[in-house]
């Protein structure tokens, strides 16, 4: 799903709880500002070398502003990153590999490009985040392969409320004939195809910001991350300031969210760098769930010195998305028991459930289309797991 969330508008015209920025238009630099901190210290670990191997400067792209879905990648990031507010990235060594790494934020700062559109257009970009869904999507046109599952269960998720309703299935949504806000995403055309949602409640004119849900009196229904909104909601959103009720999307469509994927025509060239690279961010998530705070940190340095037009991280809310990625079984070890795996059943359902509603679209998946297409575990290391 695109990652929307809540920007200025939202912000500035209904305000926050304490603790985040004024709005306001900013100056954006165009050259590196100083250092952002002394990044992370379990980075001297990562000490795997690259150099020659890989990229000098290994480009990560992800699809919003720093967030606890990237909390790994930033994990990476060695001593004294600097950050280059003009163009919304930061780049420091990757650990003690002999090579930089370099992330740059997505969603508003690209111009709301996928991750796809970005692979085509920048040849310097190594891996990106980017769902399933969209790589199942592209396959035809921008193929690309996903070489890591970070998320074993989709944050995803629809939220309401009205406490007069409690949905326990996606088909209980459908049948209320309630509004549903949504972007304009690929897995909605399976579930109303599939009779689970009915098209008439459908709204895809979602833009990220949460003025509706609250005008609406929490009685509409919305998609957003449960790693985002609930706590939002409930301890920024001044005019809310209660909880929601939520379900989980994953529940009943397997997505994978935030898959790490290569551009498909240059994962041959990089295959011996993805089989020393990809562990490193296997580790670097099984360290940073065991004590995310220093990357969290780094995180909201970062955001607070880019002009992300009043989108703000907390150590509240990340620290609140760490343990719901935990409890919730998002992040966590692939039915072989290794992190980072993909099961080859589920990506089979969702190429099954996906190619109908795409090829009604027009858009159909490339033609013949099998999971050992779009994902391959060939760079997991097997012993790599979560406790």
Known sequence: MTRLRSVAAWVCSVGLAVGLAACGDSESETEP???AGAGTAASASYNTPLKGICPDTVVVQTSWWPEVDYGATYQLLGANPKIDEGRFRVSGPLGAT?????????????????TSALFEKDDDILLGYLDLDEVIRNSAEHPSVGVLAPYAKTPLMFFWGDPSSDFRTLADIGRSGRTVL???E???????????FQRSQIDNSYDGDLRRFVAEDGKLVQVGFVTDEPYRL???????????????????YPAYANVLGIRKDKLAENRECLSKLVPLFQRAMVDYLADPKPANDLMIEVTSRLDTAGYELSSGLLSDGNTRQRELGLVANGAD????????????????????????????????????????????DTDISLN
């Open 33 to 35: 500002s100083a250092s």
């Open 98 to 114: 002999g090579v930089n790494l370099e992330i740059r934020s997505g969603g508003p700062a690209v111009s709301f490009d996928s």
């Open 182 to 184: 949504v972007g304009d």
């Open 186 to 196: 690929a897995y909605l055309n399976a579930l109303v195809g599939e009779g689970l």
């Open 234 to 252: 409930e301890h920024d959103v001044a005019e809310w300031a209660k909880p929601v009720k939520y379900l989980m999307v994953g529940d009943e």
């Open 337 to 380: 028991g290794v992190y980072g795996t993909f099961d080859t059943e589920r990506v089979q359902q969702l190429i099954t459930r996906l190619t109908p509603g795409l090829t009604e679209a027009g858009t159909p998946p490339a033609a013949g289309l099998k999971p050992a297409d779009v994902v391959t575990d060939e760079f997991i």
